[in-house]
């Protein structure tokens, strides 16, 4: 994966200004300005309301200012939609040789670092396949963010939508595991990885599920961080592309299976913003990475399989093999007693019915996190909402030939799939579990339809949180 092109630059001669306000501030604001001005505003009907632009013009018509209206608190995609609005309207020539940037005086130093993030994010265009050369407006980076930061949440967001973006026949297992190799090589990190007859014997379900593709299936591992720190582990369901094996899919349900490996790719980006900006911990990454193909050898329905710690399952369904690949990393991962474990997967379309497309669901054993991740979702304004672990619910997943099957025949799969992969921990680590749409269906400012990310920088706001004050 290459890096994201920039549309932020470091030098600009007589940039044209854009001024943020707020409903809040634009009453005092409004009455410093000139007769002409006010008069324009009134005509124009501008209040600062988030997502308003104005565009302030000398007699001769040459753009002095823009006027931008921005939520209070000013929220990332803001200057997203500021951006949009100037492309839209703006002329292609005038664009190519224009700088804008932000009057830092009304911008608290975070809300400049978002304003570098969410410009940047209204650029994002997946052109691999076709070219698009539209000039896009630039930002006069502010001195104010943290350049690097800025620089590391751009690079992870838009590492989580090319992955997602990427059609299966260019990014399978192989191409996975290129992905980490390039994320760990850039950070320092060491990788390894388990395929063949060593997958077979260490992790039975992942080779499972992935053994009926000609694309070798693998796990792949990632660590990086000082021994001495607090051992942190994240999981990636990598499912490259998910047929529905011999339960095969409808057309309409396997038309976005491509994006099935999102969980891997919100891990990855994840893992990438703790190396980036350091948080203290030992970080260890697992990437279960297999096609669940169709062929003489793919596994069935009614098979018994296997798993890394040992309990059986019963194979009810072979669409539900997310939960498969996840069970026997979720085992390894709490082998080596890590403080956290927190698992990503696009696993159940149970999630979409309860809650949308938009707010992802989340599990945790553990109150105080679960809280504690809320509250950092508000803050971030990155939608999560807890879902519980219905202990009475387990019966549900047992099995009368296995330990347990992996797919109910009840209503309530968004629980039980939760339930059946807690089943695979060691009964003492502290475990989130966020189950994820990964897809935009429509387009919007900043979020253009496609492969997008969820819950990324509320789980990463909650670590930063854990991890600085520990």
Request: with cysteine; glycine share 8%; net charge neutral.
């Amino acid at each position: 994966m290459t890096k994201p092109p920039s549309f932020l630059t470091r030098t600009a001669t007589d940039p044209v200004m854009i001024i943020p306000l707020t409903e809040k501030s634009f009453p005092g604001w409004i009455k410093k300005q000139t007769a002409g001005l006010k008069a324009r505003i009134k005509e124009e009907t501008f209040a600062g309301k988030a997502g308003q632009v104005l565009f302030d013009r000398d007699k001769d018509g040459t753009l002095s200012r823009v006027l931008a209206g921005v939520s209070d608190p000013v929220q990332l995609y803001d200057f997203s939609k500021v951006a949009v609005l100037i492309k839209s309207t703006l002329q292609p020539e005038f664009l190519k040789k224009t700088v804008f940037a932000f009057d830092e005086s009304s911008l608290t130093p975070a809300d400049a670092t978002n304003a570098c993030i969410g410009w940047a994010l209204a650029g994002y265009r997946f052109d691999r396949y076709k070219p698009d050369s539209s000039p896009l407006p630039r930002l006069l980076c502010p001195k104010a963010p943290e350049k690097k930061r800025a620089a590391a949440f751009i690079e992870a967001i838009s590492l989580v939508r090319d992955l997602i973006n990427t059609p299966a026949n260019d990014l399978g297992p192989e191409e996975m595991e290129l992905a980490m190799r390039a994320i760990a090589e850039q950070h320092k990190a060491t990788l390894k990885v388990t395929k063949g007859a060593a997958l077979e014997k260490a992790y039975p379900l992942v080779h499972a599920v992935g053994r009926a593709s000609p694309r070798l299936p693998r796990l792949i591992e990632l660590r990086w961080g000082k021994a001495t720190d607090p051992k942190l582990t994240l999981v990636g369901k990598g499912v490259c592309f998910d047929t529905g094996g011999l339960n095969l899919k409808p057309t309409n349900f396997m038309a976005l299976m491509k994006k099935d490996m999102g969980g891997a790719a919100h891990a990855l980006a994840l893992a990438h913003l703790v190396m980036s900006q350091k948080v203290p911990v030992r970080l260890r990454l697992l990437v279960p990475a297999v096609d669940n193909d169709v062929s003489g050898g793919a596994f069935r329905p009614g098979d018994i399989l296997q798993s890394r710690k040992g309990l059986t399952v019963e194979n009810t369904n072979t669409d539900a093999e997310g939960r498969l690949i996840l069970a026997d990393a979720l085992a390894a991962a709490c082998e080596d007693d890590p403080a956290l474990v927190i698992d990503f997967a696009t696993l159940t379309g149970s999630a979409r019915a309860a809650l949308g497309p938009d707010v992802p669901p989340f599990f945790t054993n553990n109150d105080k996190l679960g809280h504690a991740l809320q509250k950092a979702a508000d803050t971030v304004e990155d939608p999560l909402w807890r879902m519980p672990l219905w202990q009475a619910y387990r019966p549900k997943i047992e099995s009368p030939v296995a330990d347990l099957v992996n797919s109910a025949k009840t209503p309530g799969d968004l629980i039980y799939s939760a339930l059946f992969l807690e089943r695979f921990l060691d009964g003492k680590t502290d475990w989130i579990h966020l189950d994820l749409y990964g897809w935009q269906d429509s387009g919007l400012p900043g979020k253009p339809a496609g492969g997008t990310d969820m819950g990324l920088r509320a789980v990463f706001a909650l670590l930063e949180e854990k991890y600085a004050t520990a």
